[in-house]
């Protein structure tokens, strides 16, 4: 099981990121999946997450209204579409995997697999 984010990068303040997250090894659609963010000094967070029974999906405060969460079954990938991005949105960016895939949480001690993190720097 393994969980490859990608998509990070420096963007100015109010602009807009997507992040993608491949999973290889098994089937992306059976898992909840989450992403989450660390900053420098802070504990990991929940930002987002989607489960794989009904398609529900949640989102931190902190993102609401400024982020999507997505997947694309056939290519086996997530997506976390960020937009309006502020530099308090700045850390590394991780998704995780929920083999209770009918749950959509926000904590870290609910997933079992996780990618390597991706990092996103908003700055002017």
């Known amino acids: 099981v393994q969980l490859q984010a990608s998509g990070g990068g420096l963007v100015q303040p109010g602009g807009s990121l997507r992040l993608s997250c491949a999973a290889s090894?098994?089937?992306?659609?059976?898992?909840?999946i989450g992403w989450f963010r660390q900053a420098p000094g802070k504990e990991r967070e929940g930002v987002s997450c989607?489960?794989?029974?009904?398609?529900?999906?949640y989102y931190a405060d902190s993102v609401k209204g400024r982020s999507t969460i997505s997947r694309d079954n056939a290519k086996n990938t997530l997506f976390l579409q960020m937009n309006s991005l502020k530099p308090e949105d700045t850390a590394v960016y991780y998704c995780?995997?929920?083999?209770?895939?009918?749950?959509?949480?926000?904590?870290?001690?609910?997933?079992?697999?996780w990618g390597q993190g991706t990092q996103v720097t908003v700055s002017s």
């Open positions: 995780a995997a929920d083999q209770l895939y009918w749950r959509c949480g926000l904590k870290v001690y609910e997933y079992d697999y």
């Open positions: 090894g098994f089937t992306l659609d059976d898992y909840a």
């Open positions: 989607i489960s794989s029974s009904d398609g529900s999906t």
